[in-house]
């Protein structure tokens, strides 16, 4: 004779792996979206590109991309920012991020931006109606960055003009910290 009951036990333990397995809730709650044919992790982040692509079309920034690999510590160590673009203005490759929720890992990366990073990283949070700059973060200043930020511009003969003077405010700061000082 067949226990009815434990079949149905049997099958009701199948039927719930199967919903974890394959119709599992995202771990922060946040739903993936597509929007203009790209893919984005929340409606925050859609919501971000849409303000990044008004900046670029009113000629604020250019060369917009999304999900731009920077390698971080001489171990490089990989972290991709949402949005990668350069400023009109500054003529520098800047970053910005949107988080709804903030992670361990994202602490220890944002610990390794403030050292090693290529260059501002800018921090948005809120909803996806309403989103605001939380802080920038800027990199400490070493010859490795200045010399980094030359050759992404590509430009060899601003790199030879003006690489003195960035070295001499970078030793100004040095000595203000009072690394020289005895």
């Given at each position: 004779m067949v226990n009815c009951h434990s079949w149905v036990k049997y099958l009701n333990e199948i039927t719930l792996n199967y919903m974890n397995i394959f119709l599992k809730r995202p771990k922060y709650r946040n739903k993936r979206i597509t929007h203009a044919g790209y893919s984005f992790a929340s409606k925050g982040e859609a919501s971000l590109f849409e303000e990044l692509k008004f900046m670029e079309k009113s000629g604020l920034i250019y060369d917009l991309k999304c999900q731009d690999t920077v390698y971080l510590t001489y171990a490089r160590i990989i972290y991709k920012p949402d949005f990668s673009y350069?400023?009109?203005?500054?003529?520098?490759?800047?970053?910005?991020?949107?988080?709804g929720f903030e992670t361990p890992e994202w602490r220890i990366k944002l610990r390794l931006w403030k050292e090693y990073g290529?260059?501002?990283?800018?921090?948005?949070?809120?909803?996806?109606?309403?989103?605001?700059?939380?802080?920038?973060?800027?990199?400490?200043?070493?010859?490795?960055?200045?010399?980094?930020?030359?050759?992404?511009r590509n430009d060899i003969s601003n790199f030879v003009q003006?690489?003195?003077?960035?070295?001499?405010?970078?030793?100004?700061?040095?000595?203000?910290?009072?690394?020289?000082?005895?």
């Open positions: 350069t400023d009109a203005e500054t003529l520098k490759k800047e970053y910005a991020e949107f988080k290529p260059g501002k990283l800018k921090i948005f949070k809120g909803s996806y109606k309403k989103i605001y700059l939380e802080e920038t973060i800027a990199p400490k200043i070493s010859i490795e960055n200045i010399l980094q930020d030359y050759f992404n003006h690489i003195p003077s960035d070295l001499y405010i970078m030793l100004q700061e040095l000595r203000e910290k009072t690394l020289f000082n005895k």
